[in-house]
């Protein structure tokens, strides 16, 4: 199971701290020591909307560039792919769809069916930079604002969409799916993109975001988004609280036999790290209740 790392984006985004680049960038650099491959290293967002991803030419710019990491950009609109390709330090983007309309234009300033116009522009402008392009379907499982997102309707976004993605990834943003849920959308979305990797992500704002993650898992999900620390959110939806914790995560796939390539231990450390560098308590767990059995 390919765990992707978003700390550095969805995790610091929702953050009152505005944390320096230098310290982000040790906190990407902690991450691919700790053996993750795949980062959200960036979103390239409004700044006066979204502070706390200001510098993200500067990170990009500052990172350290190993064999077989790849940074993922976030983009909202067509002016941030242009940013993401200005800066010349992403490998993909990530470009989010909002299912419904309220969340949308809250989030982006535009409505669900505006924002999937703009995803073949921005799928276009990314393939000819020779980007992966990953379409995101944010708020797939519940909507702060208008409630329930059937999975007819997710896929019937999918569906729509003009430009086939080199990946989708399905968006729990506010923490409000169950298992059930991921049994009914990860077959709806395969049925009408099949072929294209599926991807999912998950806030633990009601404890049920790991039993999510091990559901995705049994449906054929390849790769599974975490935060280390377990910090995030979203500032644009009340009350999402942060991510699943990348440590525990990769601890719980651990001990049921799936292979993560990641370093617990070290995920811990920085999980602690990265908390105290926001003076927060990091939500996490393996960090407080250690690896079993005790290293």
């Known amino acids: 199971m390919e765990i992707v790392e978003v700390g550095p984006r969805d995790?610091?985004?929702?953050?009152?701290?505005?944390?320096?680049?230098?310290?982000?960038?040790?906190?990407?650099?902690?991450?691919?020591?700790?053996?993750?491959?795949?980062?959200?290293?960036?979103?390239?967002?409004?700044?006066?909307?979204?502070?706390?991803?200001?510098?993200?030419?500067?990170?990009?710019?500052?990172?350290p560039r190993?064999?077989?990491?790849?940074?993922?950009?976030?983009?909202?609109?067509?002016?941030?792919?242009?940013?993401?390709?200005?800066?010349?330090?992403?490998?993909?983007?990530n470009y989010v769809l909002v299912a419904t309309d309220e969340f949308s234009q809250r989030n982006q300033g535009?409505?669900?069916?505006?924002?999937?116009?703009?995803?073949?522009?921005?799928?276009?402008?990314?393939?000819a930079a020779g980007l992966r392009a990953t379409l995101t379907v944010a708020a797939a499982f519940g909507c702060p604002f208008t409630g329930e997102v059937s999975a007819e309707h997710v896929a019937g976004l999918v569906a729509a969409a003009r430009t086939r993605p080199d990946e989708i990834c399905l968006a729990d943003t506010i923490g409000v799916g169950v298992p059930r849920q991921v049994a009914?959308?990860?077959?709806?979305?395969?049925?009408?993109?099949?072929?294209?990797?599926?991807?999912?992500?998950?806030?633990?704002?009601r404890n049920?975001?790991?039993?999510?993650a091990l559901a995705a898992l049994d449906y054929g999900v390849s790769a599974l988004d975490a935060s280390t620390g377990g910090i995030g959110g979203c500032p644009f939806a009340p009350a999402a609280t942060g991510n699943i914790a990348t440590e525990d995560l990769a601890y719980l796939l651990e001990r049921s036999g799936i292979d993560t390539?990641?370093?617990l231990a070290a995920l811990a450390d920085t999980g602690t790290w990265i908390a105290n560098q926001l003076d927060v308590t990091a939500p996490a767990m393996l960090g407080r209740a250690g690896p079993f059995p005790p290293a």
Not at 208 to 212: E, H, L, Q, R, V
Request: charged content about 20%; glycine content about 8%; aromatic content about 4%.
């Open 11 to 63: 995790g610091l985004q929702n953050e009152k701290t505005l944390l320096s680049t230098e310290v982000k960038v040790e906190y990407i650099t902690r991450s691919i020591a700790a053996g993750v491959r795949r980062i959200e290293a960036v979103a390239f967002a409004h700044p006066a909307r979204v502070p706390q991803m200001a510098d993200a030419e500067a990170v990009l710019a500052a990172v």
């Open 66 to 93: 190993p064999a077989g990491v790849s940074y993922i950009g976030l983009v909202l609109n067509r002016r941030g792919l242009d940013r993401a390709l200005a800066s010349a330090g992403v490998d993909e983007v």
């Open 110 to 127: 535009m409505s669900t069916a505006a924002s999937l116009a703009q995803w073949d522009e921005v799928a276009a402008g990314a393939r």
């Open 184 to 205: 009914e959308l990860v077959p709806a979305v395969r049925a009408v993109a099949p072929g294209v990797a599926l991807r999912a992500h998950f806030h633990n704002t």
């Open 208 to 212: 049920t975001g790991y039993a999510n």
């Open 261 to 263: 390539g990641v370093h």
